[in-house]
């Protein structure tokens, strides 16, 4: 079974600009979340997806964004970039929304963002 | 608010050694997972072990196993025999059962193991 996938790997921008990110979860996961990591900030959630809605959202201004399509891929849409925005990020996909052992979160290998 | 602590921001071991990585949480939800991933120098994020707040007893993977002290809020996580390739940061973290798959991380600790 393919794990969670995520595309780009690498990518570039500047200051202004918007980006999207792409993550493929494992086939059968429905819930999608994704995480920003950073050094000074670490590991911090973003949002979750279930069923193509957003069922749980982190401490993150509105220039963050995210969807989740009907098979269960999931994009996130960072707008009007700064240079704190310069992170990996990280998606997560789980079989169901909640709770259990066998419900636990496979990531991806992460998309590195440089703003530049 | 849920909040975890790793006090530890790095720890070195002897190969073939055994080592304990701390974690303390903080929640006031009575169902709780705890959960420890290794995240290599790649950047990707491995789960290793879980731990729910209703298990009596310890969780073991393979060289894994977690010391849950429920009472104490702590979920240590003890390596067997340290190989060179279990290098790299270890995060643990905490999901509250019927808020989602959000999960909490702690700051993480570096793992180097010597030869």
């Known amino acids: 079974k393919a794990g969670v996938t995520q595309t780009p790997r690498y990518l570039i921008k500047t200051r202004g600009q918007q980006v999207t990110l792409s993550c493929s979860p494992i086939s059968g996961h429905r819930s999608v979340s994704w995480y920003q990591q950073t050094p000074g900030q670490g590991l911090q959630f973003l949002f979750e997806?279930?069923?193509?809605?957003?069922?749980n959202k982190g401490n993150f201004p509105g220039r963050f964004s995210g969807r989740q399509f009907s098979n269960s891929r999931s994009e996130m849409n960072v707008s009007t970039l700064e240079l704190g925005d310069s992170a990996l990020y990280l998606c997560?996909?789980?079989?169901?929304?909640?709770?259990?052992?066998?419900?636990?979160?496979?990531f991806g290998p992460g998309t590195r963002l440089t703003v530049l | 608010a849920q909040k975890i602590t790793q006090t530890q921001p790095g720890m070195f071991v002897q190969e073939k050694e055994a080592v304990t990585l701390d974690c303390t949480y903080d929640t006031s939800d009575p169902s709780y997972g705890l959960f420890w991933y290794k995240q290599p120098s790649s950047g990707e994020m491995i789960f290793l072990i879980y731990q729910g707040s209703y298990d009596q007893q310890n969780a073991t993977e393979g060289r894994y196993s977690l010391n849950f002290q429920k009472a104490r809020k702590s979920a240590n996580l003890v390596i067997s025999a340290s190989q060179l390739g279990d290098s790299a940061m270890y995060f643990c973290?905490?999901?509250?059962?019927?808020?989602?798959?959000?999960?909490?991380f702690g700051a993480g600790t570096i793992l180097r193991v010597k030869s």
């Open positions: 997560a996909s789980s079989l169901r929304l909640a709770g259990g052992l066998d419900n636990e979160q496979f």
């Open positions: 997806y279930f069923s193509e809605t957003q069922r």
């Open positions: 973290a905490m999901r509250e059962d019927g808020v989602g798959n959000k999960l909490v």
